[in-house]
C-alpha cells in the first residue's frame, strides 16, 4: 500500500461521523469473532456422529491373547482357527461379517475342551482357583461359584448376571454328581463358557435409559473397545473395576485407563496386530514359492520376514516415536541371518535378531522394500509389477482398484515369462491395447515397474532373462527411476498418512466410515499431521473422542420402540 492511499484512508476515517466510527469498530469486532469461533470450531472435535453397535467375532490373536491374560501363558490350545474374513481392507471388520462355519464350531469345542482340562489339571488348578474345596468328593458351592464368577466376568468382559451364575454352579454340581470330582465339574462349566457366544463374540450394547437415534455405548462395551483397540486382548481386571464403577464416563477415569493401557507392554501388541492385519500378513498362510527358482524360500523365513517388519515398524513407531510417513524411506531394519541371505546383507548373530541400517546405496528404503511386502505381492515364480503397484493403492494409499475383466487373455504373458530378453515391461505392454485393461493398468503399472528391481522373492537385481531392467516410474504425477524415489514419492503422497488414520479408525470401531464421519476424519487427520504424524498420539486421539463411543440404534429396534410407546400412549388414552 502506498503513501498516498494511506493518507487517503486516514482523511475519509476522520471524515466519519463518531457513530459511523462505533459501527465500523463494531463490525470488524464481530468479524473478528467469527474467525475466532470457526478457527475453534475446527480445531474442537465434530458433532460426534457413530455408527451401529457391532457384533465382531474374536480374530485368532485376541482369542490366544485373552486365554494368556486370563489363565496365564502356555495353556494349550489345540485347535485350528479358520481363515479370517477380511472386509474394506481390514480383518478387523471383516470379524463383524463374517459367520460361524460347522468347522468353526468343531475347533471352538476342541480348542474349549483342551483349555478347560489345563486350566484345571493337577498341575494348574492351584494357580486358576483362589479357593480350594473342602473335599473332592463334595462339592463345594461357594468355592465353584468364586471360581465361576472370577474367570466368567473376563470370559464375558462384564459381570455374571445372578441368572448365569446359578445356571453355570448348577451344572457344575450337576457334573460333580455324576463324575464324583469338583474340579471336573468346574471343568465342564468352564467349557460351557469357553463357547457360548458371550466369549467368542464381542457384543456392544448401548447405555440403558434413553430411546434416542444415538446415544454411547454402555460402560462394558466401552471398556472392550478400548481394550481391544489399545492391547489387542480382552479388558483386564482393573478396566472392568473402572466400567463397574462408571469411571469410564468421566474424562479423568477415561484418560486414567487410557494412558494406563498405552504404557504397558500390551499396547506394543495392539500396533502389531493392526499392522499385520493391514500388511495382510495372514495371506502367508497360502504363500508358496518355486523351490527351483526360490530355494532361499521356506516358512522359516516366510516368519521371519513378518517379524522384519513389524519389529521396524515398532522400533520407528513406539520406541524412536517417528513420524509414520519415514516408515517409507527408513534403512533402519533387523533381520535374521535367513533373512540376510536374501538381502545379500552379513548378520552376525546367529539363530537371533540383529539391528542394522541398509546402506544408502543399497537401493532398500522403507517397508515396502522388504521381502514381507515383495515376496507376498509377486506370482510363485516370478515378480510382478501389477501386483505390487495395486498393492501400494491398496495398502498404503486405501486406493480402490477395480479387479480385471473375467475374459482376459493372460496366455501371452505366460508364455514370454522366461523368454530370453524380454522384461516385465515387455509383457505388460501387451496389455496397453487392449482397452478393458489399459485404465487400471495405467495406475497400477507405472509405480510397480520401479520396483522390479526385486525379484519374486524380493532380491535385489538389474536385470531380467538377460536384458536390463528399466526402472521409470511414477506415482500420481511424481516421476522417479529408482526405488529410493518411489519411496519419497510415498512417503510424501497426502493419502499416505490420511489412509492410516482412516484404517486405524476402521480397526478400531469395526465398520466402514459413515457418511457423517467424513467430518470426524478430516479433524483426526488435521491433528494427526500437527502433532507430526505420531501414530500413538493418533490412537490416543481416537479413543479419547467422544466418537469412539457413540453409536446409533439400528432402524428396526428404533421402529419397534416408536410402536411400544405409540401402543402403551393408545392404552393410557384408553
Known sequence: ????????LKSQWAALS???????IAAVLIVLALLFILQARAASEPEPIGGPPMVRRLTEAQYRASMADIFGPGIPITARFEKPVRADGLIAIGTGEAGMSPFAVEQYDAAAQSIAAAVLSKERRHQSLSCRPKSEAMFDEACARSFLTEKGRLLFRRPLTSAEADKYVRLARSAHSKLGSFHEGLELSLYTMLVSPHFLFRIEQMAAGSDEPAGELDAFSKASRISFFLTNSAPDDELLRAAEAGELDHGWGL?????RLMKSKRFEEAVRAFFADMLQFERFDDLSKDPAIYPAFNSDVAADAQEQTLRTIVDHLLTKKGDY???FTTRDTFLTRSLGVIYRTPVPTRGGWDALAFDKDGNRAGIQSHVSFLALHSHPGRSSPTLRGYAVREVFLCQQVPDPPANVNFSAIEEKAHARMVTARDRLA?????????GCHKVMDPLGLTMENYDGLGTFRTQENGARINTVG????????????LAKALRNHPETP????????????GRDIVWGERYYLDWLIAAFEKGGYR????????????????????????????LMKSNKTERDRT
Open 1 to 8: 500500500m502506498t503513501r498516498l492511499s494511506i493518507l487517503s
Open 325 to 327: 510417513r519415514d516408515l
Open 498 to 509: 490420511r489412509c492410516v488414520a482412516e484404517r486405524l479408525y476402521k480397526s478400531a470401531v
Open 535 to 562: 501414530i500413538p498420539d493418533l490412537m490416543r486421539r481416537i479413543v479419547l473422542s467422544e466418537n469412539f463411543f457413540t453409536v446409533t440404534r439400528p432402524a428396526p429396534v428404533m421402529a419397534t420402540q416408536r
Open 430 to 438: 501387451l496389455h496397453s491395447t487392449e482397452p478393458s485393461c489399459a
Open 255 to 259: 484418560r486414567r485407563q487410557v494412558d
Open 18 to 24: 463518531r457513530d459511523r466510527k462505533r459501527l465500523c
Open 474 to 485: 511414477s506415482l500420481d504425477g511424481t516421476d522417479f527411476n529408482t526405488t529410493d524415489g
